[in-house]
């Protein structure tokens, strides 16, 4: 049976590193240019959150953005669908 | 310690080139007003094993080789290696930190290169006290070596970001970041190109940006043609900065490191060829990307694993 492995290509994974790198060097770019404190923030709030809802890391979004000259920071969770509730 | 005015024709193409740096116009070039003519380059990564004190070898060499006064600099404090890869590990009597402590003057710690006479190295320490490098004693070497009339500081830069590395990069005009085409190796370059952006003097005092490029260390064209291996394009999309070298995979690299010998000067080779260009690069030459492509082989030699 293996003896087929050895005529097989090897599946190309070199699509799939620049596609998670790509999101992830973007994700931590965004980070960086923000305050320092956000990612702690962020870390802090998924903390709280998870004392009382049951919400995945991914789930959380903080931003700092900018509205008519004030900085505003911007929070969403997104809660996990009824059954968990 | 005067530069030494050899009558090498290397010496009278020095002066030649001299007047032309990189193309990059920089307008505000010194820190302090004699360092107009010096360069300091940081060699750095964030990750390890990717060819940093390999590539400040190399590079530091390929400079001196034409004619360039050059220091290259170990900033990894506990685990000296770049004596070892330059060949002068039994000559090393006095190192950086001795020199910032005070028990020796900088010459004294100098240790001139047996094959090419402008270049010279210095020794990191092995003490195991981290702060024993600091901002101040490392400005106060710079300067030295500045107003000695070195054209190029060469500062190899211990892996990951902590006080080594910070001090590595905190003075440079220019930095190269090591990278291998694999994803942690990309991810801790974007990191590491933050802390360029960030902090560093040129950073915190508002200068012209630290000049940064990418060295791509241990290539594989094959791998790269068969979907295996991210390419140059690749990289370079994902962090966004230019690419100054791309070094194909090779067994020479090893052997030269055994020798004591730096690579770009172990005979012919791919990898001192690209090296090479890389150096011609620093010095503002406009080269193609060589070696990117798998070297056709026969039928035989497919075979036989020539």
Do not use: W
């Not at chain 2, 001090?167 to 440079?172: H, K």
């Amino acid at each position: 049976m293996d003896l087929l492995a050895l005529f097989r290509r090897k599946a190309p994974t070199a699509n799939l590193a620049k596609e998670r790198l790509r999101i992830i060097v973007a994700q931590e770019r965004s980070n960086r240019s923000g305050p320092d404190y956000l990612p702690l923030l962020r870390r802090e709030l998924f903390e709280v959150i998870k004392k009382y809802v049951n919400v995945d890391p991914d789930a959380i979004h903080v931003n700092l953005g900018k509205e008519e000259g004030q900085d505003v920071l911007e929070l969403s969770v997104a809660l996990p669908g009824a059954k968990s509730a | 310690m005067t530069l030494e005015t050899t009558v090498q024709p290397q010496a009278e193409e020095d002066n030649a080139v001299r007047p032309a740096p990189a193309p990059v116009a920089d307008p505000t070039p010194s820190r302090t007003g004699a360092s107009k003519l010096t360069e300091i380059i940081v060699v750095t990564s964030g990750k390890g094993g990717v060819g940093k004190t390999t590539t400040s070898a190399s590079l530091a060499s390929g400079l001196a080789r034409r004619g360039k006064k050059v220091a290259v600099l170990d900033f990894d404090i506990g685990l000296r290696n770049l004596d070892l890869i330059m060949g002068c590990e039994r000559r090393v009597v006095y190192d950086f930190v001795n020199v910032i402590q005070g028990d020796c003057t900088l010459k004294q710690a100098l240790i001139k290169d047996k094959r090419l006479d402008s270049l010279f190295i210095l020794a990191a320490s092995q003490t195991r006290d981290k702060d024993a490098l600091n901002v101040e004693g490392v400005r106060r070497v710079l300067d030295e070596l500045i107003a000695d009339g070195f054209d190029y500081i060469v500062c190899d830069s211990p892996a990951g970001i902590e006080k080594g590395a910070h001090l590595a990069m905190y003075y440079a005009d220019r930095a190269i970041v090591v990278v291998n085409p694999e994803v942690s190796s990309v991810r801790d370059s974007d990191r590491i190109l933050g802390l360029l952006s960030s902090k560093t003097y040129r950073a915190e005092k508002g200068e012209s940006k630290v000049k940064e490029h990418l060295l791509l260390t241990r290539y594989s064209p094959r791998r790269v043609g068969t979907g295996e291996m991210m390419s140059v394009d690749d990289v370079k999309e994902i962090l966004g900065i230019d690419v100054i070298g791309v070094i194909p995979e090779s067994p020479d690299v090893l052997s030269a490191s055994n020798a004591g010998t730096p690579v770009i000067l172990a005979g012919e080779s791919e990898v001192a060829d690209a090296y090479e260009d890389a150096v011609k690069r620093l010095l503002g030459e406009d080269l193609p990307l060589r070696f990117l492509q798998e070297p056709k082989r026969g039928l035989l030699a497919r075979m036989f694993g020539g």
